[in-house]
């Protein structure tokens, strides 16, 4: 009998990172009955969404080989509103406790018992690259997670220099096709205690042995085929799309509010409901909130809005809220039947899958635009924060995939009954390609 393969996950605790990364992990663990798979978790108090998707998946089949091991303490005293800052003094925070636990099982990898698995690797996100300090020390190798785009990490590794040629409104990175505007680039990018951080993680990056993306090369290959074939830096494995698209929803919300959801949509027409949702942190204040009430009451338009509001102001926290509170007066008596608001955490797969949806206004985080591909849902990027703004820009200007917000300005209105019409690739082909991954080909893209 083959001896089994432990490999030690470390998520961080953003939503969107640590759902992607545990996605991941089921992957890897149905194609290959040799592995298992260890993920340390750590939570944010405010996300009890969250918190409800790892105990289910605790409790589900894949958990004999997928085991969770929540390491989450409370009133850990960190107070910095600077996102970025934030994950690098929680990273440092959490890593003697990691620590403890990864030398633990190393110590049980050691013995001479054969039904002991043998520790492998450590794959960590992009955010806790503090901790391949604990893997170098433990002399096992380490993966990141990258779970944005290959352009993204390559702006993340881009020395930052003016290039050539480039004009001081525009930056030229290897890893889009087009110079990309200074205005699109990550806030960070400016701020010199976010672009401090920036830079370690880029160093950290570069001393693993790869990086997994959450991408795939039909979509990316611009970018994939940018990072240099140097034979000393770590491979890159475009792996994705990696997409929780799990019908049972029961991990964010109740049996009825799901449900709820669904009968509204399939009561109306196909392809003509607009989606609207930015994500589990992407919020409005009222006036803007008001604004988008009004346009849509004004356009006639069936939509499903999932709103929320800001946390108090200098906290870091998930937004949500009463949209009875945030709304003008009225507005859902108006346009009742039409439309649905709700508050809750949205079961964004399922909706992007159903026949009704035909538009989807989006915040542009990664994982929504890769949804929005995997369903074939046209895109009005809204892009937030962080490097939604470089999504955005890559899927409207460099891809051509999507619209931006001032196109559709223009345009007066995205047409919901050309769902799909306009991406360039079969997801079919992608899906068949991604149960066949060419070895060799990942091999030769080095970073």
């Avoid at 990018?189 to 990056?205: D, Q, T």
């Avoid at 803007?288 to 499903?304: D, M, P, T, Y």
Wanted: aromatic residues 10%; charged residues 20%.
């Amino acid at each position: 009998m083959k001896k089994a393969l432990e490999l030690v996950f470390i998520p961080s605790p953003g939503r969107g990172h640590q759902v992607s990364m545990v996605e991941f992990a089921k992957l890897l663990v149905a194609r290959d009955d040799r592995f298992l798979i260890t993920v340390l978790i750590t939570k944010f108090s405010f996300d009890t969404e969250l918190g409800a998707y790892t105990d289910s998946l605790a409790a589900s089949s894949a958990s004999d080989r997928i085991k969770l091991v929540d390491l989450t303490r409370d009133g850990i005293g960190i107070y910095e509103t600077n996102p970025l800052v934030f994950m690098d003094l929680f990273s440092e925070y959490y890593k003697p406790h990691f620590k403890k636990t990864a030398t633990e099982l190393a110590h049980i990898s050691s013995t001479t018992s054969p039904d002991s698995p043998r520790l492998v690797g450590f794959v960590v996100d992009m955010l806790m690259t503090t901790m391949i300090d604990v893997a170098n020390e433990l002399k096992v190798p380490t993966y990141v997670f990258f779970p944005s785009s290959a352009g993204d990490l390559g702006l993340m590794l881009h020395d930052k220099r003016q290039k050539e040629g480039s004009s001081t409104d525009e930056l030229v990175i290897p890893s889009f096709f087009n110079p990309v505007p200074i205005s699109v680039l990550p806030g960070g990018v400016f701020n010199e205690a976010s672009l401090a951080v920036g830079v370690k993680i880029a160093r950290r990056i570069r001393q693993t042995k790869g990086v997994i993306i959450n991408t795939f090369t039909e979509l990316e290959t611009h970018a994939i085929h940018s990072f240099p074939r140097v034979s000393e830096s770590p491979l890159v494995y475009p792996v994705g799309p990696i997409i929780h698209a799990d019908d049972d929803c029961s991990q964010f919300l109740s049996a009825g509010q799901y449900s709820d959801i669904i009968a509204w949509l399939d009561d109306q027409p196909p392809s003509s409901v607009v989606f609207l949702c930015f994500g589990s942190m992407g919020s409005f204040g009222g006036d803007q909130v008001k604004e988008i009430a009004r346009g849509l009451e004004q356009s006639g338009v069936h939509f499903l809005w999932c709103l929320r509001q800001p946390p108090p102001e200098y906290t870091l926290g998930s937004p949500d809220t009463d949209p009875g509170e945030a709304l003008p007066e009225g507005f859902l008596d108006r346009t009742a039947g039409r439309g649905k608001v709700i508050s809750s955490w949205a079961p964004q797969a399922a909706v992007l899958s159903h026949q009704a949806v035909g538009g989807f206004v989006s915040h542009c985080g990664w994982n929504s635009i890769l949804e929005s591909l995997w369903f074939g849902v046209p895109v009005a990027t809204w892009p937030l924060e962080w490097e939604q703004q470089l999504n955005a820009f890559q899927m409207a200007k460099d891809n051509s995939f999507n619209f931006s917000m001032e196109e559709l300005q223009s345009r007066r209105r995205l047409d919901c009954r050309d769902r799909g019409k306009d991406l360039s690739f079969d997801m079919n082909v992608i899906e068949e390609k991604e149960n066949n991954i060419d070895e060799a080909r990942l091999d030769d893209y080095k970073i």
